[in-house]
């Protein structure tokens, strides 16, 4: 990379007495465009390697999803379990796409449904409790009221 | 009791107001005119305003010990500072700038910059509003006004449409035009809407203007980690003057996409960028003392930043052409403006401007990508002539 | 091992207790009290009262490098100063009092002044308060407590009625009285309901305390913005000394009203003055060690604190009544004695006043022109002080 | 204004020895009293323009929003508009008396009559867009998901 | 134009890059897995991880001026710091942990330890994690890893499962230890329901565990005020080294039980917290240089901290055992091992083993009060080496 | 205490030479026991006095609370106000057992009762007014324009 520049650089002349602005620009703005090249390549294949996981976790998770939902509630009808899965993949976002975490949402899902049964719901948001020490412990003191 | 009152009268301010003064408190009218009115970047000039009004009034326990534009305030007699010898402090040692970016770095979301990484040189073509400045800046001397390296350096910045990086180099380069850099750097940002729409125009054939662009690809949470650590730790290791702003940056970021830091993500977004735009305003205000602002040097600052913004749109649009010469996606060239930073209005205005060509067409999203990557190229070109001239 | 014992034993603190802690203590308890179950000033008084009650302990760590009433505190060994060394700074180096008034700025609604600015005039004789007590505080030689004239400056100010001035005051001209004064002036502050009610009685007939008055005119979100922008560049010229007070109460007013600023706005009303008033009053606190406290002196300032009160009170009054006799749309005097600031404590006292004599009357919007009027007027009485004592 | 201080201040004595109490409290009262009567004036004359100007842009005010109201919507009943513009005035301190707002918001109460119809309606309240840069760019942000 | 690359070149940091930061990428990445995936503690986790990756890249403008580890780095040439410098000072000058003590206490209800005064017993012996892992580290010397008696102490503490104090006590007597101490603190905080299940298991009878707890009486307001005074007080004269940490807990824990101070009370648990941490997090990982991390005596540290847990664990348990030899309303030892501190999680561990070996059994209440009392007796325990060692 | 510390300190043996490992273990775990132990009987103190107090105080507020009910309205069913004096004491932490607290909360109840009437209802929250200045001062802002 820096031998790339310098090539282009001759044409800015001699620079023996400190900067010259003609050298600054060339120089500058091609170490800008060249930095922020590499950054677009390294994060495209940043991208390669996810579009493929995601791909390959996808078709994973669908199928974890379904046998876990069965295998927690027979009654419920797969097909809620499913939809709540698809509804994760819309959101977008807030989720990732890792496995255990689609698996999670299509048990709670699923139990939720064994709960509320077969009139028409929707899980709309599933919050993980926020591991802080503070927001934690003020949680906790408060939960701790109705447990006693 | 005689003594008294001529104590008084001599303490009273009356006296030291001279012609200079009544000029900026005209400019400072203006400057609240256009935040509250035209909501030109209220966040910042409203208080840059009043932090100018008070430079040029007579004050006591504002200035003391503070020194800018060659002229040294002595400290108060109990050996403590003016008020905004404290406060400017967050300047001086350059504190306030890198917690502004720990706070816009919790507010941005690179998804679209990381969906479409091509959209990074988009980003890098507009920096060539920054050197195009640079060069003219030091041709200025021509006309009869002449800015060293540094200053021309500090200057042309403003060509990066951002403004903690700005006050950051600036304070490095050539602290004396820190005043006149921010407010010439957050009035063109707010006049985006009006500098950008022609030169876009001029540049781009209607049927380019309605090119429809692929939809982008949901990015997901841990993708948008590891860039940014991975960008993080690669632009620091290229360009280590620009540690500081890209290190708060990113450590916003991460707290914003992880999901696990919700309280300190929101401190970030709020109490932090709240109190210190309040502060780093007012101080980049008190250095307009008109003494030394009012110069053929500060409108030179004016002219040379409206150039600035005109090139980089240009030269972003430019790009988006180039690439399009060798890619099979083709770019609006409209989203290449957006690579002036200013986020997130230079991103609306190709929004708009893509809609006027095909009211169907949304741009929004895509033209986010060069609007954030232009962050990161503005904070490594500071970076870069920071190394050079630091 | 027996040396370990003994290190140990002389480092508690058990041997470092006197009587004059123990009193301190009981002090500390009934300031407790008072902002617990009676509600006095809680915001300010708990803080206060927790940094009495560690001045008045064994400690270590805490005021390592301080220096106040005559005492120095070494620095710690590694040459670092204990942890009210640095949260003090904020009062020796005058940054919390105008970090303050921008909270209060913002919090304050200028409009009923600007209605009807004759009430600035009520708000200038209430600071007669300040004056009558200034000359009465040199009078206490005379009984054996002996003031210089800066402290009679610092302890007259709390007939102004406000703590952050009051504060800003006391550490320029008597930093050793600080809390003495703060701890006066949140008591009778807190204390108007009881202090004012009786005076205000027996001042006024039951006819001029029924006097209804014109409801006030609407004011525009222009004319708050000018108001604050002028009135902010008259004081300062006029009282330089006033300066950081005044700029930061009205910047945080204009934010307050041009409302394009929302959320910094709302950071100066919450986080901004929340933070500062904790770290503000154990500071003012720390300074209360028994070993300074238990002086005549001090007594001297609880009695002379509320003949101050009393005193604005009175002189409030008496200048509504003098308008009465050259104006033509009258002002019931009970308004009168909110110019004594306390806001909006003495505002709503005037209310009170006011429909105790005629339920019908709503004295309340009238009596915010003449309280946040005292709030500029003791500003510039302080700005009068530093300039002359300075 | 000094001068006439000075005057007064001869009451209270010689000064030649540094401060005396007396003079202190004196010139001190009065100067405040002075100042705080100057603030007034200044208060009161800036008040007396601009009640002038509101009562002038008032009228201008109602004259514009009712032609710009029929102009946009021959639809809409000027009843609607013209009710809406009242309120504006009536909210008070939130709306400043510049005419081009009142006309906005006639055009946006024509807008909305022309969209919803003659079903009852009311603007209940008209948010300008914040423009600082970080309200404005999460707000940005979240529009644009939806505009996806 | 070649100085120009070549200055440029070599103000790049890619020749900087040596293995031991090669390693310490790896330790962040971990980190940050465990905070983000793993839920360890992310709330100073991830500002740690960031931290420690700026530490371990060639960087500029963030560590000028610091001295750690026997490293000194020059200031920059204009005389000022790096970023870090000044945030660092937050720890250096010991303000942070007694801050977010501040916060900690304005989130703590002390109610079930006053309600059960005896689990300050519980809380007393899981001290004893500290106090044998004070032992163990001076024998490390036998494995060939050297601590000297103030690094001992330092990293005794971890065995206290407090952040904060942590951190305060480290920086006063081994700064260069700081890092991996607060990474092994927050770490094992973390892991506390993986480290005491077993222990509680082994060290209980299945009766034992199933003993049901009188259920606790409500606390008065008043109580819970004349509590917080009065134990700050004692703790205070009898182990006066810890009065930062102490009273700026209970000055926190006073403002949340009076009712009459919410705001304060909120701004301490929310934005002071969250502001603090971010930037308490970033300067401990900032001492995670890899050429002073990498050591034998960092992993003694790690091995030394999971020792500490295990034995705070089992003295908490064992002392509940004791007391039920001599008291009649019986104790669940279960709740003795939330005697090591690491609230809330230690108390939610006791609560989970109790309900499986009897689920109609609510010991979380029980459990909190040793929780809090452990808060209290670790301060006590870093007080304590001060004095011995400061 | 330290005279008891002082006799275990002797097995840690000769300390003549700066403090040993044993000797600061057996003396510092010692210390700490004491002193929490020392803290655990203040606390018992406390709360022994507090116990005794609030037993008193509830016996007082309960016939306070009716009577005050009483006298106030005597069409109000004395059953509403001491079910609001329960409540009172239910809802635990947020009250303190003071006398003229619960008074005042009958005095409420009643007050509501002779307002509303027979119509159910339910004192659910009651909140002293905050004292602060700020809070205050906005809050009277506001409310002053409803006044007006
Ligand atoms: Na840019
Ligand atoms: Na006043
Ligand atoms: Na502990």
Chains 1, 4, 6 share one sequence.
């Not at chain 1, 294949?45 to 996810?50: L, N, R, T």
């Not at chain 2, 500060?298 to 052409?321: D, E, H, N, R």
């Amino acid at each position: 990379m820096i031998h790339s520049i310098s090539v282009l650089a001759q044409l800015a002349g001699d620079a023996s007495a400190g900067p010259k602005p003609g050298g600054v620009v060339i120089v500058g703005f091609l170490f800008v465009v060249i930095v922020l090249a590499l950054l677009a390549s390294v994060t495209s294949a940043i991208g390669a390697w996810f579009t493929k996981q995601a791909a390959k976790n996808a078709a994973q998770a669908a199928a974890a999803a379904k046998s876990t939902a069965e295998a927690f509630s027979q009654s419920a009808s797969a097909g809620s379990a499913s939809s709540a899965a698809t509804e994760d993949s819309a959101t977008g976002d807030k989720t990732d796409t890792e496995t255990d975490d689609s698996a999670l949402m299509a048990v709670i899902a699923a139990a939720v449904h064994t709960v509320i049964g077969d009139r028409p719901h929707r899980v709309v948001s599933i919050r993980s409790s926020g591991p802080g020490w503070a927001q934690e412990g003020r949680r906790q003191i408060f939960s701790s009221h109705r447990v006693r | 009791m005689f003594d008294l009152l001529h104590h008084l009268y001599e303490n009273t301010g009356i006296s030291h107001i001279d012609w200079r003064m009544l000029v900026m408190w005209l400019v400072v009218a203006g400057l609240l005119y256009l935040a509250v009115y035209r909501k030109f970047e209220p966040l910042l000039l409203i208080p840059i305003a009043f932090g100018a009004l008070l430079a040029n009034l007579p004050t006591e326990g504002i200035v003391e010990g503070m020194e800018f534009a060659g002229q040294h305030h002595p400290m108060k007699e109990d050996g403590t500072g003016g008020l905004f010898y404290y406060i400017f402090q967050g300047i001086h040692l350059e504190l306030f700038p890198p917690i502004i970016f720990l706070g816009v770095g919790a507010l941005t979301d690179f998804g679209p910059l990381i969906a479409n990484p091509k959209t990074f040189l988009l980003g890098a073509a507009a920096q060539f509003g920054v050197f195009g400045v640079f060069i003219a800046a030091a041709f200025m001397k021509y006309i009869g006004i002449e800015y060293s390296l540094q200053e021309c350096g500090a200057i042309s910045i403003i060509g990066g449409a951002d403004g903690p990086t700005s006050i950051f180099l600036a304070n490095k380069l050539a602290p004396h035009l820190i005043g006149a850099i921010a407010v010439s750097a957050y009035s063109y940002m707010a006049l985006v809407p009006v500098i950008q729409p022609p030169i876009m125009r001029a540049l781009t054939s209607v049927k380019e203007r309605g090119i429809r662009m692929r939809s982008l690809r949901r990015v997901s949470k841990l993708e948008k980690l590891v860039f940014a650590v991975l960008i993080m730790m690669l632009c620091i290791i290229l360009v280590p003057a620009a540690s500081p702003l890209l290190f708060m940056l990113f450590l916003g970021n991460f707290m914003r996409e992880c999901g696990v830091v919700d309280r300190l993500s929101k401190s970030a977004q709020n109490e932090i960028i709240n109190i210190v735009t309040i502060f780093l305003g007012a101080s980049v205000g008190i250095t307009m003392d008109g003494t030394y602002f009012l110069t053929p040097q500060t409108l030179g600052i004016l002219a040379l930043g409206v150039l600035a913004f005109a090139l980089a749109t240009a030269s972003g649009i430019w790009m988006a052409k180039l690439l399009n010469l060798v890619s099979k996606n083709k770019i609006n060239p409209l989203i290449g403006s957006a690579g002036v930073s200013a986020v997130p209005m230079a991103a609306r205005v190709s929004q708009v401007e893509g809609q006027k060509a095909d009211p169907g067409n949304f741009l929004l999203m895509h033209a986010m990508g060069p609007n954030v990557a232009g962050v990161i190229g503005t904070a490594l070109v500071a970076g870069f002539f920071m190394t050079v001239f630091g």
